[in-house]
């Protein structure tokens, strides 16, 4: 079964508009952690954002933002004043079993993102 | 900070031959690094976890002789594909946790390196 869930394959967005890239999670480990990253054309993976299970608020970091919620197991990608250099594909991925043998991070299959000016 | 460097960037072999791929970490420290593949418009999949001083831990359906992965250092760790086939070219992109300090909650990934076997 697959652990992360992004129901978006691709997504519009007017320049400086807002959007939400949807993100669901399964898991039975108390402790984990949920990030994203985004891939422009070049490959590199770009890390955006780190949200725990045990955080109290919402992650931020700039023009990201990650709604948690953590009893709906979703984990949300908020970005603000959309920009062009925004386009790119979007992961969202989650750590499990923190600090034990089997410790990884798996992604979810992206979201795809363009930007129109 | 938390920068990853991968070479070579690409790399074009025959049919057969072996194929290095090495991962460092510049300015930090990771005794854990990891090995994804990724296909054309896919997302990311692990291939193996890289542990310093210690044998690598691989996913299930990943061939360890075929993908021999050294971890000698606290700041590099080698994939080396083996008799390599046309089946294996691929995108190969490393990420590597820091040790200590506030980014050890994450991974950062290096540049990855495009592989393509004739």
């Known amino acids: 079964a697959q652990k992360i869930t992004q129901t978006q394959p691709g997504m519009f967005v007017q320049e400086k508009e807002a959007v939400t890239l949807d993100c669901t999670y399964d898991t039975s480990d108390p402790s984990y952690g949920l990030f994203w990253y985004k891939q422009p054309s070049s490959g590199e993976m770009i890390f955006l954002i780190y949200q725990g299970s045990y955080d109290q608020q919402n992650a931020t970091e700039g023009r990201y933002s990650l709604n948690f919620q953590k009893a709906r197991k979703s984990a949300n990608l908020v970005i603000s004043a959309s920009q062009l250099g925004d386009s790119a594909m979007y992961f969202c991925a989650m750590r499990e079993g923190l600090k034990t043998s089997y410790d990884k991070v798996i992604f979810g299959p992206g979201t795809s993102l363009s930007v129109i000016p | 900070g938390a920068v990853v460097s991968q070479h070579p960037s690409r790399v074009i072999c025959k049919s057969g031959t072996s194929v290095k791929i090495e991962c460092r970490s510049l300015d930090f420290q990771a005794t854990t690094m990891f090995w994804y593949r990724q296909f054309p418009k896919k997302s990311l999949m692990l291939m193996a976890t890289s542990n310093e001083g210690s044998k690598a831990t691989y996913e299930q359906g990943v061939e360890k002789d075929k993908f021999l992965i050294n971890h000698a250092s606290l700041t590099l760790s080698t994939l080396t594909v083996t008799s390599a086939h046309p089946e294996d070219s691929s995108f190969y992109i490393c990420?590597?946790?820091?040790?200590?300090?506030?980014?050890?909650?994450?991974?950062?990934f290096g540049p990855g390196t495009r592989l393509l076997v004739l």
């Open positions: 990420s590597a946790r820091p040790n200590s300090g506030k980014g050890q909650e994450t991974q950062y």
